[in-house]
């Protein structure tokens, strides 16, 4: 099995910054990409970054500009540096990782992004 703990969560002003990070443990040989999701009471969970073992990146058009994904294969560790927050990235923010013949989740950390 494959474990995903989130952490950095928390309230932030609008224009301000978190950082979130996801550490993997367990069969972390069972992932290579990992990637953010969020959500919103009472909306479909979205997709908002990826990165592959490799290092290559996407973000959602919704971010660009202002968040970035990273990670430390050291670390088995990845990163959602968010800046410029704006009271519509308040969510759930779910760390991912597809795995051969399952999708393992992280817990979910709150981001609130106050007006």
């Known amino acids: 099995q494959v474990q995903l703990v989130e952490s950095g969560g928390g309230l932030v002003q609008a224009g301000g910054s978190l950082r979130l990070s996801c550490a993997a443990s367990g069969s972390i040989f069972r992932i290579n990409d990992m990637g953010w999701y969020r959500q919103v009471p009472g909306k479909a969970r979205e997709w908002v970054a990826g990165i592959t073992s490799g290092g290559m990146t996407t973000l959602a058009d919704s971010v660009k500009g202002r968040f970035t994904i990273s990670r430390d294969n ?42």
Not at 86 to 106: I, L, S
């Open 74 to 115: 050291a670390k088995n560790t990845v990163y959602l540096q968010m800046n410029s927050l704006k009271p519509e990235d308040t969510a759930v923010y779910y760390c991912f990782a597809p795995g051969a013949t399952r999708n393992y989740w992280g817990q979910g950390t709150q981001v609130t992004v106050s007006s």
